[in-house]
């Protein structure tokens, strides 16, 4: 080996040891011999022995309605279930988060395993839970209901069970994830802690975000002087415009790979005009554009001002553009090859978990970590369908599997 070579490989091996670059990826902390410990056995067997309880508790918290903004009768029952748990402490922040902390030693991580309260149906005022063998069908049964019964009861397993924590972890179920991780992003704010690993419990089981997606897009209105339709020719109409803007908007070519730079947009409402036989004084629609790359993002937002401010001038409209700019997209370099994604993905595939997917498109609590440049991911809550509508279901059988996944984590966590 030429000694130019040598030294240059050395080099690169003292920067590896030294700083957060990983030369070939970082291990993960999985072993099948954790699973098959007798503390592994003991706390899955405690699932099995509470099944019939662990659903039905279940069914209750999801027929309590909990709407963003209206997360209190959930605030309540989840207190006291950490207090009755044995947390070191139990208690409710100012934005209407419960924190339940469970102390391991001084030389510990500081871990945060947040879960939100808050469904999105607002006004649904009653939810009645339908068990039909291994599925339950009910707004909110999935998203993220299943998540809080999966804290709920990794903790009372690992009580029965005798664990003792290295790590400290703090049990959070937010309010408010689903209209942009208010509850979260308070909780991290207000807090004095350094936090070292964020796991989220949201989203479908076997699927893992390490990254944050960025949220952009708005709503674009065109507004002219409007004429009956007698009256109509030459002037200007909005709807022209929206329908213009349409058609170019979405010849904007966006990425799909690598994942890391991975963009989408989505014309989700459109409207314009009050009658039939008159030109619409006020058209608009709105644009949902997602990337998981800030860069992406700014571009094709770019793209749409200018198209739209174009084509205001080609129909001779006003335009009012409402763009979103705060909702950004972030990576944290290596978090793909960290040991926190290695050991979650070991977990699931020694699981079984069916339709496993890794990627930087996260759109959960860990999002906020991730801004922080706190390594983050999410865990699956279990199978569902019909997220965010009335006719949602969720599958029992994945419910279990999901707090399994949960406890080899904390147990893998321990074992460093």
Request: hydrophobic content about 40%; charged content about 25%; proline content about 4%.
């Amino acid at each position: 080996m030429p000694k130019l070579f040598r030294l240059g490989f050395v080099f690169l091996c003292l920067y590896a040891l030294f700083s957060n670059f990983t030369l070939w990826g970082e291990e993960s902390l999985f072993t099948p011999e954790i699973a098959s410990s007798p503390l592994v056995q003991k706390l899955f067997s405690f699932l099995e022995k509470n099944r019939e309880k662990i659903i039905e508790e279940w069914i209750y918290l999801t027929e309590i309605p909990a709407p963003s903004g209206q997360e209190e009768k959930r605030a309540v029952y989840l207190k006291k279930q950490f207090e009755a748990a044995g947390l070191n402490e139990a208690f409710v922040d100012r934005s209407g988060n419960v924190i339940g902390i469970w102390r391991g030693s001084q030389k510990g991580r500081k871990i945060v395993m947040p879960a939100h309260m808050d469904t999105v149906f607002q006004g649904v005022k009653e939810i009645k839970v339908k068990r039909e063998g291994n599925i339950l069908k009910a707004p909110g049964i999935g998203d993220d209901t299943a998540s809080l019964i999966n804290i709920l009861w990794s903790v009372r397993a690992l009580k029965h069970a005798g664990f003792k924590p290295k790590d400290t972890y703090y049990f959070v179920t937010t309010v408010g994830e689903e209209v942009g991780f208010l509850g979260m992003q308070a909780f991290m704010e207000e807090t004095e802690e350094k936090f070292d690993l964020v796991i989220a419990l949201d989203g479908d089981l076997g699927k893992v975000h390490y990254g944050a997606l960025g949220f952009g897009g708005g709503r674009i209105t065109f507004r002219g002087p409007g004429a009956h339709t007698m009256q109509s020719r030459g002037v200007p109409n909005p709807n022209l415009a929206v329908a213009k803007a349409l058609e170019r908007i979405y010849k904007i070519k966006l990425p799909s790979k690598p994942p890391e730079r991975w963009t989408i947009l989505n014309v989700g409402m459109i409207g314009g005009g009050r009658v039939r036989n008159a030109v619409s004084q006020e058209s608009y629609f709105t644009v949902d554009l997602r990337s998981a790359n800030q860069e992406e993002l700014e571009k094709a937002q770019g793209k749409i001002r200018k198209i739209c401010e174009e084509i205001a001038s080609e129909v001779d409209v006003e335009l009012e553009m409402n763009l979103n700019k705060s909702s950004k997209a972030h990576q944290i370099p290596g978090a793909r090859e960290s040991f926190l994604v290695e050991t979650v993905v070991d977990i699931l595939e020694f699981l079984k978990v069916r339709g496993i997917e890794v990627d930087p498109l996260g759109s959960t609590d860990a999002n906020v970590g991730i801004k922080k440049g706190i390594l983050s991911v999410n865990l699956g809550r279990t199978y569902g369908r019909y997220k965010h509508s009335l006719r949602e279901e969720a599958e029992i059988g994945g419910l279990f599997l999901a707090m399994k996944q949960v406890l080899l984590l904390v147990c893998s966590l321990n074992s460093q």
